[in-house]
Structure formats: structure tokens, C-alpha cells
């Protein structure tokens, strides 16, 4: 596997943040935030993380999309002149974050570049029964943790959800 | 250090200077939601490369898991705590949550 693979995805996945932040249109940039998590998922997958990068490309490019786009959608929709507004007005926020993007990258390379030693190999394969056995043979807790958070979300959104139907009425 | 943890680091450096920056910029709370899943992303980033980095990509893959679980609740949550402003004041701008003392 070449290194040249993983420099373009993470510069994928750099770009795709900026332009999921610097967009005005919210659905836009909710595309924009899938297709960061499906090139991170595709870094995870190539780093030997597979399990982690179907949760990454199932729950964050899928799940979390829908969230955003019917958050979206239940929010206020600008017309076409307000739009372009909003747009130049983001643009001129955002000018200077590509240009301080690039001189962090080039201060942080310098910085680190006396501390590198050479180019580890890229991992091949997944670790799948690690995984198993880490989750569930040494963190437990984590997972229990997990399913109140789950409960605890569900809760939150059925309270929501619930709320609105009244308001409906 | 290998090359390859530099660039991850740079890759997160990024991430986190994108979000942070995003989050000082924007007044829209959906938007503010956006940045914190960018920094998130660069959470996960960091989790591979240290997994990577010290060989134990197994732990890294259990935490990056719990961090998604974690992401997934913190949006759903603050999204309906978003739609739950905009129903009671009509815009989803910073500087329209009403405080306290209101």
C-alpha cells in the first residue's frame, strides 16, 4: 500500500471539513460532513480499523446526515436573494482559514520534521477479534456505558419528538 | 516518530484548527454543531494514529466506538434542544438563547 494514498485522503478529509464549514447552505454542508466521515472511515479502514470504520461510515456519513437534514428541514428556509447574502458574508469569514490552514500545517511540519525517524510500513489486515476482545474483555464499563447513553438518547429524542406533536395540536 | 503519525498529527492539528475556528466564527447553533463534529473527527483521527503509533490499534478501535456512540447521542440531544429554541424564539442564532435571568 502507498503512502501517496493516505496523504491525498487526509488532504480529502481537510478540505471536505473546510468546505462543510465555509458553505452557507446547511444541507450542503451536511454532504459535505458525510463525505468527511467517509473518507475517514476509508483512513480507518486502511489503518487496520475496520470494525470502527463501518460504525464511522454507517452511524457518522449515515445516521448523522439524516439528523442534520431534518434538522434542517424543520428550521427556516431562506429565499434565493437572502441565500447569496449569507453566502458572501460566510465567504469573507472564512477568506482567511484556507491561507492559516496551510502556514499551520507548514509550522507544525517543521516543528515535528527533526523528531521523524523514517516511514513506519502501513498496517495490512483488521484486527477483528482484538476488537472483540478488547471491548469486551477489558472494557466492560465502556459498554455499559454505552447502552445508558443509548437509552438516555433515546429518551431525549422521544421527549422531543413528543413536544412537537403537542405543539402541532 | 514515523512520517506517517507526523502527518496524522498535521491531520488533526487541522481538524481541530477548522473547528475551532468555525466555532468562533458562526452564530448559527446548527452550524455550531457541525464544528464540534469536526472536531470530533479529528478525536478520531487522533485515536488511529495512537492506536497506530503504539500497536495497540484494537483499544484504539474500542475507544473510537465509544467516541462514536458518544457523538451520536450529543447530536441527537442538542439537535432537539436546537428545534426546541427555534420553536420558542423563531431563529437558531447564538445570540437569541435567552438567558437565565430572562
Redo the contacts between chains.
Sequence with gaps: MN?TI??IL?IG??AS??V??ALSD?LK??IA?AI??AI?SI??FL???P??AV??LS??AG??TV??I???S???IYTRKEHEQRQKARNR??LL?PA??VA??VV??LV??P??????P??SGG?GS??Q???WG??QV?LI??II??L??VY??I??FK??EA?GK | MSLLFALFLIGVILLFAIGIYSLLVTTNLIRVLVSIEVLTKGVTLMLIAVGYATGQMAQAEAYVITIIVIEVILLAIATGIVLGLYRESGDILTHDIPTPKE
Excluded: N, W, Y
Excluded at chain 1, 115 to 120: D, E, F, L, R, W
Design positions: 503512502l493516505l496523504v487526509l478529509l481537510v471539513a473546510v462543510c464549514v446547511l454542508a451536511a460532513l468527511t466521515s475517514l483512513i480507518m489503518m487496520g480499523a470494525l470502527a460504525f464511522e452511524v457518522c445516521m448523522i439528523v442534520f431534518s434538522a434542517c424543520m428550521s427556516r469569514r472564512f482559514l492559516l490552514l499551520l500545517a507544525v511540519f515535528l520534521s523528531h521523524i525517524t523514517g516511514v513506519s502501513i498496517p484486527s482484538g476488537v476482545a478488547a471491548l477489558s472494557r465502556d456505558g454505552q447513553l443509548i438516555t438518547g431525549g429524542v421527549v422531543f413536544e412537537k405543539d
